[in-house]
């Protein structure tokens, strides 16, 4: 690869960085996407868009159940606008106590119905993230590189990201690596906001059997159709980094999946496994730390849901547009107090 010059390079390849980029292409900016092509936290899950759910699995109050609302609102046009499909089907809730499901959604604001002993989650969407993560890298708009950012140095009116293939001349840089050491050269503020960033692990079944045509959930996992198969999941392990296989969660999972669809697994499971990143607070870091860098890291185990505000956030103060509603709270800063 010769070196490059473009307008901004994003950094990392899940969902968030590429949401960013096509973002910002649709704007009409010059993006390069950098990443080394392996699979990620966003290819290892489910796709689910739920705001409804997570809003109270997560024990979320109203300013945190409106932020995940007004998230998944976005999705219907930016899943349009680029050619992405999603799942209309509603996610049901398939666990103890329907009658206290139900009122607990209601009282968050959203929309349910109750059938037969399930509730059902008319605000919570899907998409498959296979299908997905592959239409979004394929984009012509947005160049990517198979290669891993080295380091980035300062330079006049903008960075140069160094990598083993060559160097990228950008005028700006967002930072969508996921969990891990700060990449080399970052300001201190972005490092600063890098280093609050803690790994969480899990691991998912993948089914090559039908056993479900809908999203349905339970206390303890989920069973989310998948082409011509199913997911089993999820685990979540605060610190675990590298994510591991544990066979007793295995075991758990595909316990709960066969209370959730009423009747035994006899498929083969294959696991996998990831590790994403979370903040203090379970927001994702997205938007400007300062010296022309951006961030879009970090969003727990919502990166799906969330992708679009994310790509909003950061694309807006890109640009240097005001605000958005929810820009406080996914402020990349808010742990650290700004300087000056």
């Known amino acids: 690869m010769a070196d490059l010059s473009t307008d901004i390079v994003v ?31 966003s290819s290892v899950a489910a ?13 979320a109050d109203a300013a945190r159940a ?29 666990g103890p106590d329907p009658d206290s499901m139900a009122t607990r959604l209601g009282d968050l604001g959203f929309r349910f119905e109750l059938r037969a002993g399930t509730v059902a989650a008319l605000d919570d969407l899907r998409i498959d993230p296979t299908d997905a993560m592959a239409r979004l890298s394929d984009l012509p708009a947005a160049r990517g590189i198979r290669a891993r950012a080295q380091a980035i140095e300062r330079v006049d009116q903008g960075w140069t990201v160094l990598t083993e293939r060559g160097s990228i001349f950008a005028s700006q840089v967002v930072v969508a690596t996921g969990v891990g ?69 295995s075991a758990r999972l595909i316990a709960q999946a ?36 951006h ?20 694309a807006d103060g890109i640009e240097g547009r005001p605000c958005g509603p929810y820009a406080a709270a996914l402020d990349p800063l808010r742990f650290n107090p700004r300087e000056g």
């Not at 096509?22 to 990620?40: F, Q, S, W, Y």
């Not at 409804?52 to 024990?59: H, I, N, P, Q, R």
């Not at 700060?182 to 059997?209: D, E, F, H, N, Y």
């Not at 989920?222 to 610190?239: D, H, K, N, R, S």
Request: with cysteine; aromatic share 4%.
């Open 11 to 41: 950094i990392g390849a899940g969902i968030l960085g590429l949401a960013v980029a096509v973002e910002l292409t649709a704007r009409g900016r010059d993006v390069c996407v950098v990443d080394l092509g392996d699979p990620n936290a």
């Open 47 to 59: 796709g689910m868009i739920a705001p409804a759910f997570e809003s109270v699995l997560e024990g």
């Open 66 to 94: 409106e932020l995940l609302r007004a998230a998944g609102g976005l999705w219907p046009s930016f899943a349009r606008s680029h050619g992405l499909t999603l799942d209309h089907r509603p996610a049901e809730w398939r």
């Open 181 to 249: 050491a700060p990449v080399k050269g970052l300001s201190q503020p972005a490092t600063r906001a890098v280093r609050t960033v803690r790994p969480i692990a899990g691991q998912i079944g993948v089914v090559a059997q039908t056993l479900t045509d809908r999203v349905l959930r339970g206390p303890g996992g989920y069973v989310v159709p998948a082409g011509q198969g199913a997911l089993i999941g999820a685990t979540m392990v605060e610190g675990q980094m590298p994510a591991l296989i544990d066979p007793s969660a």
């Open 258 to 293: 066969e209370a959730l669809i009423g009747r035994s697994i006899d498929a083969v499971v294959e696991w996998r496994a990831a590790v994403r990143g979370a903040t203090p607070d379970g927001l994702p870091l997205a938007g400007p730390v300062g010296e022309s860098i």
């Open 295 to 314: 961030l879009a890291l970090a969003p727990r185990r919502n990166g799906w849901l969330l992708a679009p505000l994310v790509a909003r956030t950061v």
